[in-house]
């Protein structure tokens, strides 16, 4: 017998999240895209051009899509709004979730803010820099995991909140947070200096 | 056919709420049973999610906290209640216990009842009632109403709303606009969050109502891009709102046009700053413009804007649906009306608490949150976000309202309320007020922008023991600098979690 939900019964949220994750990089830090790419993306965007205030949108649309803002898009954008480069270089800039490199693979995000931290939010940020052989802020050598701090995810009441690929855990102890990331990383050379995250 | 409630909310999925769901609808097909599955908002009960809620005849029964191993079982006490299995998960009428009866909800009543994609469900529930009465209004009487109300605006200025909608209403121009702030930056605050993932159209409707008061045909919801969930509901209520022809030309059969379009930050906390805010509309970096002209004046796009928070505008709807009069029952001094009480961090009942402004703290730790969740002393509570003051035990017996709090040199702000237990180290939450203004500082003036790492310096010294009664000197002088020489309250009020933590760092 099927049973009626008034929304996708098992859950179209979590399916939302997983398409998007397909689009982010999943190899290589290099940050080159081919001109086809760029046209097609630069197409697209287009279309938001007519917003009122339509910067904003059309970075996150290309975010959305490649996972960052290559620095190769930042003159088109420019024309396509009739600005400076450094205008949309510095808006770039300005806000934290806006990327100029992909991430690794994965992209963890611990939430640092003051609620989390009275639920042990330091301390587990420091056991997943431990286990990562990195700081907060970058990426393991083999382009695996990114690791970054974030300033609250609006589940203060169940941290510490740990948002892995964009899926939000709460009450994440290390013993969690182990689990969660046990599929995630891959054995790679982590004696290789980190590479600094210029997210 | 059997309705059964998994909540959608944020913090519900964190804990495991899509996967209740998903066992739910396996469980009732294995057993042939048919149930209607509906993915309601949360109660702001979160101690107690995954919250299942069932429809009986005496009223909604819920079960929480829920993992997906009690399926099978509360399934079969749903359809066999004889077998008296997985009681203890059984909370009875949820509306019956302590945490929810004792509240006063205004804003947030609806909130986990309703299916919030349900137009029906929202008219059924007293919805659109406020937006009917509008417009049988003029502008005038409008905005007459809202300041007869007393409301004040809920981001955490507590600026009159009325006056400010009078302001716009006064100003000529073809073009007015309304936004709302959805930034939420604060730790330790998730109302508008929950509101907007709980009963979306609340937040429209107010919207609606602002715009035919100021005279606006356009709005924007400027949402953090933190709330993915939040921004999928209301794109979702929007169109639905659309289709329905609640929002576009005509609006419920009207002659008034009102467009509403979400846009997204991008992870900047200065953002949730008015003017910083606008800026980011505009597409630019968010840094603050100074002021005058008050965006009521010269706000988006150098229109006259009205902006308010998610709480202010959902307030208008109730305000509009059952009267001013009504609305001034709430409250106490010039606070009127309901607080959305915010109650995080180290807590074993945490959650949404809605009450008429002038509660006690201490209450609210205790009977409310029923103590810190590692089950140790609590020791400080900070109230009001990262700008907010730490408060110690022998400040708790303070009435939650906005006199009562800047008497204290405190400030009750969004409402959120972020608990310690004793193992905090104060010194290092007075380090980490200076490290999030150094952070998220919009880099316009240099008290907020160096002072703040000056400030991250000469706490570092006073933590390893160097010179300390000078640097605290030092950095009191510090503080002065930024609460007097700042353009914004991100540099302007970093110094009072500094100060107040530093306080009890002293006494202990
Ligand atoms: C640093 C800073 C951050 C702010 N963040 C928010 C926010 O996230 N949400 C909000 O509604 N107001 C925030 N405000 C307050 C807004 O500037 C403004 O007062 C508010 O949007 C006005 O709406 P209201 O009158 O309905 O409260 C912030 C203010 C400052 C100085
Ligand atoms: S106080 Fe800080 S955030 Fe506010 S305007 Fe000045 S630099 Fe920007
Ligand atoms: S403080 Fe971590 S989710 Fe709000």
Same mark, same amino acid.
């Given at each position: 017998m099927p049973n009626k939900s008034n929304h996708d019964a098992n859950s179209s949220n979590a399916t939302e999240d997983r398409i998007t994750i397909k689009n982010?990089?999943? !190899? =290589?830090? +290099? !940050?080159t895209i081919s001109t086809a790419q760029l046209e097609t993306l630069l197409e697209t965007v287009s279309s938001l051009k007519h917003l009122p205030g339509a910067l904003l949108p059309i970075l996150h649309k290309i975010q959305h899509q490649l996972g960052y803002i290559p620095s190769e898009v930042i003159p088109d954008i420019a024309q396509l709004l009739n600005l400076s480069r450094a205008e949309v270089h510095g808006v770039v800039s300005f806000y934290p979730d806006f990327r100029t490199h992909p991430c690794g693979q994965h992209l963890l995000r611990i939430c640092a803010a003051e609620a989390c931290q009275a639920n042990g939010a330091r301390a587990l940020m420091q056991h997943a820099e431990e286990k990562l052989h990195i700081k907060s802020g970058h990426t393991t050598p083999n382009n695996n995991i990114t690791l970054e701090a974030v300033y609250c995810l609006g589940n203060c009441t169940a941290g510490p909140s740990v948002e892995i690929n964009q899926r939000l855990h709460g009450r994440v102890t290390t013993t969690l947070f182990d689990q969660l990331t046990a599929g995630l990383i891959t054995a790679g050379p982590i004696n290789a200096m980190p590479r600094p995250d210029q997210c | 056919m059997l309705d059964i409630f998994v909540p959608a909310d944020t913090t519900a999925c964190a804990l495991g709420a899509d996967a209740v769901a998903a066992a739910v609808i396996t469980e009732a097909n294995i057993r042939k049973v048919e149930i209607n599955l509906i993915r309601n908002g949360s109660?702001?009960?979160?101690?107690? +999610?995954?919250l299942v809620e069932i429809t009986t005849e005496q009223g909604r029964i819920g079960f929480g906290p829920v993992t997906v191993e009690h399926i099978p079982q509360l399934i079969n006490h749903i359809f066999e209640?004889? &077998? !008296?299995?997985? !009681?203890?998960l059984c909370l009875g009428l949820i509306d019956q216990i302590p945490s929810l009866k004792n509240q006063q909800r205004v804003n947030f009543a609806r909130a986990g009842i309703i299916d919030p994609l349900s137009l029906k469900d929202y008219l059924a529930h007293g919805g659109y009632l406020g937006l009917q009465q509008a417009l049988t209004m003029t502008a005038e009487s409008m905005v007459d109403q809202v300041i007869a109300s007393g409301l004040r605006g809920r981001g955490g200025a507590a600026f009159p709303t009325g006056i400010k909608w009078r302001t716009v209403l006064e100003t000529p121009a073809e073009q007015k606009y309304i936004v709302c702030n959805a930034d939420e930056g604060d730790s330790g605050t998730f109302a508008d969050r929950l509101l907007m993932e709980a009963d979306p159209f609340q937040l429209i409707e107010g919207m609606t109502i602002a715009a035919l008061a100021v005279g606006a045909s356009q709005g924007y919801i400027y949402l953090r891009a933190e709330y993915p969930k939040a921004h999928r509901v209301l794109q979702q209520a929007i169109d639905l709102a659309y289709s329905n022809s609640y929002l576009g030309k005509n609006i419920a059969a009207s002659e008034h046009q009102f467009d509403l379009q979400i846009r997204l930050g991008a992870g900047a906390y200065i953002c949730g700053e008015e003017t910083a805010l606008l800026e980011s509309l505009e597409g630019k970096r968010g840094q603050v413009r100074a002021k005058p002209p008050l965006p009521a004046i010269s706000g988006l796009f150098g229109k006259p804007t009205m902006i308010n928070n998610v709480l202010t505008l959902a307030t208008v709807a109730s305000i509009f649906a059952r009267g001013a009069d009504w609305y001034k029952t709430f409250g106490c001094n010039r606070s009127v009306g309901t607080l959305a009480i915010q109650l995080a961090g180290n807590i074993a009942q945490g959650g949404l608490i809605e009450l008429a402004f002038g509660a006690n703290l201490r209450d609210i730790l205790v009977d409310f949150g029923g103590g810190t969740a590692t089950g140790k002393p609590i020791h400080a509570v900070q109230v009001g976000g990262p700008l907010g003051a730490y408060l110690a035990a022998s400040e708790w017996? &303070?009435?939650?309202?906005y006199e009562t709090f800047n008497d204290a040199n405190a400030m009750l702000g969004h409402g959120g309320i972020v608990v310690f237990d004793d193992s905090v180290d104060m010194l290092q939450q007075a380090r980490f007020a200076m490290e999030f203004c150094a952070l998220e =500082? #919009?880099?316009? #003036?240099?008290?907020c922008r160096i002072g703040s790492t000056r400030g991250i310096e000469v706490i570092d010294k006073i933590q390893q023991g160097e010179q300390p009664k000078q640097n605290l000197i030092l950095l009191e002088e510090l503080c002065d600098t930024m609460q007097y020489g700042s353009? #914004?309250?991100?540099g302007g009020l970093t110094p009072m979690p500094v100060r107040s933590a530093i306080k009890h760092l002293k006494k202990r």
């Open positions: 982010l990089p999943v !190899t =290589s830090a +290099e !940050t | 109660r702001g009960l979160f101690w107690l +999610e995954p209640p004889d &077998i !008296t299995d997985n !009681t203890a017996d &303070i009435k939650l309202d =500082s #919009c880099g316009k #003036c240099t008290p353009l #914004c309250a991100m």
